[in-house]
């Protein structure tokens, strides 16, 4: 594992050809996080801010993105509006407490999903279910 000067920021290199940026204010959610998406074999970099993710999203190759919707300073929404400005075909993940989907939201994230009991198996399947589609993007693409 690397881990980057600013506090609360780690790159962690696994075997799996996916990119993982994972962005949540709520150090032992994102450690959760990270740590099943790095069972799963995904390299993961990790944020605890939405400032420091847009400068990693920038610095590292980045598959798919998964952010908290509410986080102090730069909300999900913010991030992922400028993420998609700066690359916009990267699959992006909202996970939030709110029940229903924002309107500010459509059109942003690719998916939303409600922090709950049953995030962790949701999670998966939509993190594999979107690279699969980015990658049968990119294939017919070449």
């Not at 990693?56 to 980045?62: G, T």
């Amino acid at each position: 594992m690397i881990r980057c000067c600013q506090r609360g920021v780690t790159v962690s290199p696994a075997s799996s050809s996916a990119t993982i940026l994972c962005i949540e204010d709520e150090p032992s959610q994102l450690l959760l996080r990270k740590l099943l998406l790095e069972s799963e074999g995904y390299a993961v970099i990790t944020s605890e801010s939405g400032q420091e993710a847009l400068k990693l999203f920038q610095a590292h190759p980045v598959d798919l993105v998964i952010l908290d919707y509410w986080m102090s300073g730069l909300n999900g929404v913010s991030v992922a509006r400028e993420m998609k400005r700066l690359k916009f075909d990267i699959p992006i993940i909202i996970v939030s407490a709110y029940q229903s989907l924002p309107g500010e939201v459509i059109g942003i994230a690719d998916a939303w999903l409600r922090k709950a009991e049953t995030e962790t198996a949701d999670l998966l399947h939509e993190v594999a279910t979107l690279l699969k589609r980015q990658r049968a993007k990119s294939a017919s693409c070449e």
